[in-house]
């Protein structure tokens, strides 16, 4: 599935009740999503942490439809290397 079609599979799933939530709450989810992804990390297996990775990806999207972003545009910054540098791999030296 391209980028553009799981924004647009979050918002047909879930984009009225989302909306219906606010921005800010939203938000409040996808942290709560991060901090699972981060014991999925830690303390999890490999299912846990393709769930995890899935759930914040679901959440990133939801707050991008929200705010009006294309994801798949967004990405674009980094098509041609570090947006920084211009190097692929990154040269910046951080």
Known sequence: MHLAEFQQQMATLYGER???RGL???FAWFTEECGELSR???RGDHADREREFADVLAWLASLAE???VDLA???ERYASG???CGSTPCGCGR
């Open 18 to 20: 989302d909306r219906a």
């Open 24 to 26: 800010a709450r939203s």
């Open 40 to 42: 999925a990390l830690f």
């Open 66 to 68: 929200q705010a009006d």
């Open 73 to 75: 545009t967004a990405a």
């Open 82 to 84: 570090c947006p920084r």
